[in-house]
């Protein structure tokens, strides 16, 4: 007689989105203890991007759950430290997760499927000069850790793309995981040799990929807490298919959610105790992992969220690097910011309504305490009523 299979659990849509919260860090007390490693341990990676407002988007994830810790504290949590004249150990490094991310080191081994299918591919949009990787490995080896402009120089000409024959084989060996990266100077990576810089016990490509993959889906599953196929693949970026092959005995169970037209999985332990706890308000970054992925954001949030720095000035809606505004479980507005000297400037601000208005003020007091800035400053509101209430709780706060 073939078995049943196991009940799924319902879940109602609000239940889905406080998991949803609890699990990326965003409802109940905040660890402090475990700080900023404790954060991008929690959630399995940080992603990272050029692009700097208020801060760098790697500093805003932790901002986001913890309140206000120091930036340079943030810095210091994911690169690798040690007592003068002590070998470094590294507690962080970049790869390519859900997009170029700060992934804690002990996940090096589970990303081995990802370092092979690099040293398999066919084609590369930059062509690697003849000799030139040999070459940036011999002077890692003989120098230590370097830059690309150390190494030789990070591009030929001004433009963003034309990376020069250094530059072109520090990244494919990045790739390969022949060199790492586990540190930042200024913004710009600092690579050495793996063998180095990841610490012996983890620097092995012995995990085939069924292994890796399961790891990887039970991994974003609980930085979810509960997710359907497509959020569940896309956090790692992994393939529809390669989730397929692993999700059966990866940990998570089958669950519905209500109003979700797909399939859904959560983590066991997600399901073990209801979601309760204090909501953080906060401005999130557009690339924290909450709210990454469009389409997850509209389920579980009925929020249209769009980065829009590379759309042309003219066809923006909400502004350059809108910010969404998280309060009470909810994404109640928007916060599109800048920075005038020691002034915070909301250049342009969304609101869900008249019962946003205290927690966007609340929202950009913390911010600009954050970042130094002493003052707020309200340019445009999109529903003019509500300028002048917005103006007064940021008056009453500052006075």
Request: charged share 25%; glycine share 8%.
């Amino acid at each position: 007689m073939t078995p049943l299979p196991p009940p799924t659990t319902e879940l109602t849509a609000d239940e889905a989105r406080r998991i949803a919260l609890r699990a990326q860090g965003f409802l109940g007390a905040p660890d402090r203890r475990a700080g900023v490693r404790g954060v991008l341990r929690h959630l399995g990676a940080v992603q990272l991007d050029t692009i700097s407002v208020l801060a760098r988007s790697h500093e805003l994830v932790p901002y986001a759950r913890l309140g206000a810790i120091g930036r340079t504290t943030v810095d210091r949590a994911y690169w690798a430290t040690a007592p003068d004249g002590a070998p470094a150990r590294a507690h962080a490094f970049e790869y390519w997760s859900h997009a170029a991310c700060i992934l804690p080191i002990e996940e090096w081994p589970h990303f081995a499927f990802r370092r092979r299918a690099y040293r398999a591919r066919p084609q590369w949009g930059h062509e690697l000069p003849d000799g030139a990787y040999d070459r940036v490995i011999k002077q890692l080896r003989d120098e230590g850790p370097l830059t690309a402009t150390e190494l030789g120089g990070a591009k030929r000409t001004s433009e963003w793309w034309d990376w020069s024959g250094e530059k072109v084989a520090v990244e494919r060996a990045l790739m390969y995981g022949e060199v790492v990266c586990v540190e930042r100077r200024g913004w710009k990576r600092v690579y050495d040799l793996a063998e180095r810089a990841v610490p012996t016990e983890l620097l092995h490509d012995d995990l085939d990929d069924t292994e890796c993959l399961r790891r990887l889906v039970r991994l974003a599953g609980e930085a979810l807490g509960v997710g359907t196929r497509a959020d569940i693949a896309d956090y790692h970026r992994l393939k529809g298919e390669q989730f397929d092959a692993v999700v059966a005995d990866s940990g998570l169970v089958p669950v519905t959610v209500e109003g979700w037209a797909k399939p859904a999985w959560a983590d066991p332990a997600a399901l073990a105790t209801p979601a309760r706890g204090r909501h953080r308000t906060t401005l999130l970054s557009p690339f924290d992992s909450l709210i990454w992925e469009r389409a997850r954001t509209e389920r579980v949030f009925g929020f249209t969220h769009r980065l829009e720095a590379y759309v042309p000035k003219q066809k923006r809606v909400y502004g350059y690097f809108a910010m969404p505004v998280l309060a009470g479980g909810q994404l109640v507005g928007r916060v599109d910011p800048a920075r005038d000297g020691g002034t915070l400037v909301a250049k342009q601000v969304t609101l869900n309504g008249p019962k946003a208005v205290p927690a966007v003020a609340q929202a950009l007091l913390e911010a600009a305490s954050w970042v130094d800035c002493t003052n707020v400053r309200v340019e445009r509101v999109d529903a003019p009523e509500l300028r002048d209430r917005l103006v007064g709780e940021l008056t009453r706060a500052l006075a």
